[in-house]
Structures are given as C-alpha cells and as structure tokens.
C-alpha cells in the first residue's frame, strides 16, 4: 500500500550536540529535541511504511503529523501558503493605511534621519480621507481597516487623529497603531484612546533615563523620559491593559549598558501588555543621524543579541520560546496588498510609509473624491513584484517566517540596501534564534 506521508519542507535541523538534534518547523511553529537516530528512524518508517501496529509508534507518529513535521503526501505546502497570500494580497475587504499627519517634531533626537518641516495635513487632505473611506465602504463594503499614525510625530495632529478616527470607525473591524515619542499625550487625548480604535502604540526609550535624554530630547533640549513613563503608566491605568506597548530601543556602542536598569523602570509600572524590540542606529544620508558615531558594526549587534533577549526573560517581559522564529501570517509587511499604502500629509501616496520623508517612490496622489490616482509606472514595480518567482524563496526552508523580506529592498527601491538576499546568512540567524531560544528555556526552567 501506498505511504501516506512526507517529510514537511519547513522542517529546520539544529545541531545541539553529536547525538541529539532540535526540530523546528518554520511553518507550525512546533520544536522538539530529539536523539538523531530517533529521529532517523521515525523519518525512516513514517514517510515509508503506512501501517504500524505497535501503539506507541503510532502515538509518536500521530505527535509528528500534529506538530507539522510530517504532512501528507498530497499536500502542497508551498501551494498552501501561495494561496493565502494571495488571498490576503487582492482582497477588496482589508485596507491597510500608514498616515503622516504632518512632518513636524517635538524632539531633536540625535540620530534622527528625518527632514523636519513644519508641514501640516490640511482641511482638503483630511476631507480626501473621508470621502475615500465613504467611497471604499460603499463600494467594496470594506470589513477590516488597520491605520498606523506616523509622522514627523503624529500626537502634533491630535485634532486631525481624533476626526479621521470618527470615520474609520464606520468600518466594522477598525483598529489603529501609534508610532510616537510618547511625549505629547494629555489627559483628555489619553481618554479617548479608545474609542479611536487605538490598539498598540509603539513608543522609543532608548535606555535609562540619563542614555534615554541624552539621545531623545525635546528641541529646547529638555529631557524626556519621565514624562514619557509618565504617559505609559497613565494609559495602562485608564485603558486596563487594553493597550499595548512595543518599545522600541536604538542601540549604539555608549547605550547598550543602560538596557537593565530602564527595564526596572518599565516593570515598576506593573504591566504584561508591553513587548520590546531593538534594532542599531544607522547612519543617515539626512537629518542628524548624518553624523552618527560610534555605531555598532553588524558582529557587535549579534553579540548583543543573546544579552538583550536574556535581560527580557530574566525580566518577565518574555518567555523562552517567544524568541523563536516568528511565523508570519503569510505576508511580510502591509505594502504587499493591493489595499496597503501610506499617505503623505500632502496627499502624495507611497506604498512604504519609509518613503515619505525624505520623499521618494511616490507612486499616486488622493484626489478631493477619495479616489487615488497611481501612476502606471510606479505602482507597477510594486503590483508586478511577486517573491513566489523568485526560485530561492520559493525553495526556502524560511518562507514562513520571512514571505520574501522588505518588498522596497527587495526590488531595488531601498537606497540602504542592495536588493539581494542572503538566504545562507538567514537561515544561520534562524537556527541561531532556535538554539538561543532552547538554552534559555532550559536555564530559566530550571530556575
Ligand atoms: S530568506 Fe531570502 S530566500 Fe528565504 S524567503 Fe526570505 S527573502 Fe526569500
Ligand atoms: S521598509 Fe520594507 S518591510 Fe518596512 S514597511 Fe517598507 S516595504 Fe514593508
């Protein structure tokens, strides 16, 4: 009789030693560590023999089907996870909109690689928002709307957010994101938070609070931490943990040691509803983060990496295994739908919200009626762009966790970087997250 089953072809094999092995499989997330020669077996006698009749074969055998290391042979899952994307990419149901209010700032942070002007959304431009939501919900009957409030710094255009939000609160399954300094929240705004669909906001520390002012201050060049502590702590307690938190940490070479204590700071205000992520500042073409020193070079991050990770552990802020690789829900970031795109405080469209300022790849403008007029050209890089034609995704053990990378790097549009990937270099850093994952699972379980 016919064998049943395959190997999955997002199974990633990490060596932890020379008899045993981690299991990790990128598209259910499932780990186990397992005896090589164990593992060799069942592969050996699952994927070739259809009947077992001892039981507890047949439980384990039944394990590896329900973690996803063996699927069935008729089962393609790169087919699977094309279909998903696709239907993700062209459905008329979901929007995806990354708004620019204005390109002002109330802080002069010292790596900053924006251009600050003291341009505004105006009336016109807030009235063409309106009537594209009018139009989209009458016409496409749209169910799902996500809005990210960038800027400049948005909590400049509270007036412009608390309107623009009334309207996309027609929308059935509204829900927003603010990236934010975190400085200029009142009282009254904080309230009203909710009603305005805001479901995260994501906000910069960049270390305690003598690294944090000395990196992120006020133009007059007013310190900024405790106020921004301030405002967490006041929008935990008025919205009971119902908004989360990411924060965001820049790293240079001289902030790296003031992680901890500004971790302390965040677990005094008692909450579970904030994670973190951390990236190193890059040096600019504009702004002042044209003059950035003391940068890290790409060997000092990942050697940072393990210590950060293991201070959020050591500090509840996450568990073990939440450092592992992160399957994605098939697409990599909003530009890839049709319906996902950023507007300019002017009208000007982008697909990538990183375009806007300074301004590049502009691909449209809104017009007074809501509709968008792109321009061929420009959409069409990003329309015709597609990772499933490029044979080495399609091929890679990763994809789940990946979906192509940063669409704007990978077609050429990123000033930063090169359009390439290197896919060898991917897979080290996953399998790396795999084991960092598993050690630490082990010390801190063991605690
Ligand atoms: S790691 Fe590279 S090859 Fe693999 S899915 Fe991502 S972009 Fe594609
Ligand atoms: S930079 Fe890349 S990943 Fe980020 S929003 Fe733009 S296209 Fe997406």
Redesign the pocket.
Known sequence: MENKYKLSIYNLIVEISDTEILLFNTHSSSLIKINISDYQYYVNLFTECNEIENQKLNEIKKTFINLGFIVEKDFDELTYIKIRNRQWRHTPLLHSIAIIPNLDCNFNCKYCFETISHSYMSEKVVKSIEAYINKNLKEKNIESLAVSWYGGEPLLSKNVMERLSRTFSLVENFRATIFTNGYDFTDAFIRKLKIMGVKLIVITLDGNKDAHNKYRYLKNGKETYDKILANISKICQIHNDEIKFNIRTNFDKNNIGFYESMLEDIEKIHTKNISFVFAKILKSISGNGANATNLLSEKDFYSIDYKIKELLIKHNFKKPLNILPHKLDYFNCYVGADNGFAINYDGSVYKCFGDVNPPQNQVGALLENGEIQYFPKEIMKWYGYD?FD?A??RN?V??PT????CAKT?IGLDIYNNSK???GK??NNAKEQIKQAYFLQEKYNNE
């Open positions: 990772f490029n080495k995704c890679c990763i994809l990946c979906m192509g990378g990978r990937c290197n896919q991917m897979i």
